[in-house]
């Protein structure tokens, strides 16, 4: 189209990539000086089906969801919104990667949770949660990256970044990028485990604290169990062709660990999984403390009532 839309044009292919018949792809054109016009296939065009999956996905999530999965869209373009309106602007103005991952892991959690669960007391309780789990996990991430000596290179979008001028610290976006990526699951733990407290509550009204925190711990250690194991295998398959890559070099499971490239996916598999530990008694004993103290609230007289 534009300026060549009436001239008929050779595509300069890559061998690698297999282009078929009705295909729609990106194409970069020039002209060069002699007049020859070049044109390169850039990437393929996947608007269409992305877009299918999207409106898939919403389909999905307010069937399933009704008003919850709305407000949990609503959370998720908040944070969309939040990481590309503040995150995102703020790291490339050389702004404090932990201290800007703090903030932005914080309001995300904060939007995020009372959109998804309303504005309640049990929300309020996973909220602190989070907030806490998030901490334990950013001193355990902060110890771990240094004393590993991970530099935050071995990503080769960092040195782009440095290419196109832009001032950011690697091994404080490295430290950014796990605090932002605990997140996630680290809500769901807590969300989970009050939410179990309360059912709790419910089917056994007059159990104690200490009742309540160890029925919603084994609660938990199943929950635990399966999402680290999820944790493990989403960081290995985003790593599957790197971990082939290593394995056809004929190096061993020791000498690829160590190396940073994938160090950093274990430092960050493994800090993730302890918060996510962590996320289970802070909540748990955080909402069987606050229900029993609901409970004891309600059931003491007020000052002056008849007994």
């Known amino acids: 189209g534009g300026a060549f839309a009436d001239e008929s044009l050779v595509l300069d292919q890559p061998l690698e990539t297999t282009i078929s018949n009705g295909d729609s792809i990106l194409v970069v054109v020039n002209r060069l000086d002699d007049g020859t016009v070049v044109v390169s296939f850039y990437d393929f065009e996947r608007s ?55 903030v932005t892991a914080s309001v995300i959690a904060f939007v995020a949770l009372f959109l998804a669960h309303g504005f309640n007391i049990s929300t309020a309780v996973a909220l602190i949660s989070t907030l806490a789990a998030l901490a334990v996990t950013g001193v355990l991430a902060l110890l771990f990256v240094w004393s590993s ?113 994938v160090a950093v996916e274990i430092v960050r598999a493994l800090v993730g999984s302890i918060g996510l530990v962590s996320a289970v008694p802070i909540s748990t004993y955080l909402a069987a403390r606050i229900v029993s103290i609901s409970d004891e609230a309600t059931a003491t007289p007020a000052i002056g009532s008849d007994t």
Do not use: C
């Open 48 to 102: 269409t089906p992305m877009l299918l999956l999207l409106l898939l996905f919403v389909v999905v999530i307010v069937a399933f969801g009704g008003w919850r999965g709305l407000g949990a869209l609503g959370g998720l373009t908040m944070s969309l919104l939040i990481i590309g309106a503040f995150a995102l602007p703020a790291l490339l103005a050389g702004s404090n990667s932990v201290v800007t991952a703090l």
């Open 149 to 261: 000596n991970l530099t935050g290179l071995a990503d080769e979008s960092v040195g782009y970044l440095d290419v196109l001028g832009a001032s950011i610290d690697p091994r404080g976006l490295l430290l950014a990028g796990i605090l932002i990526g605990s997140l996630g699951v680290l809500d769901d733990v807590t969300v989970t485990q009050v939410s179990a407290v309360l059912e709790l509550k419910s089917a056994a009204p007059h159990a104690t604290t200490k009742e309540l925190y160890q029925r919603g711990v084994r609660i938990g250690r199943d929950h635990i169990s399966s999402t680290v194991n999820t944790l493990f295998l989403a960081y290995v398959g985003a790593s599957l062709p790197l971990l082939l890559l290593f394995r056809q070099a004929g190096q061993t499971f020791g000498s690829v660990a160590t190396q940073e490239i």
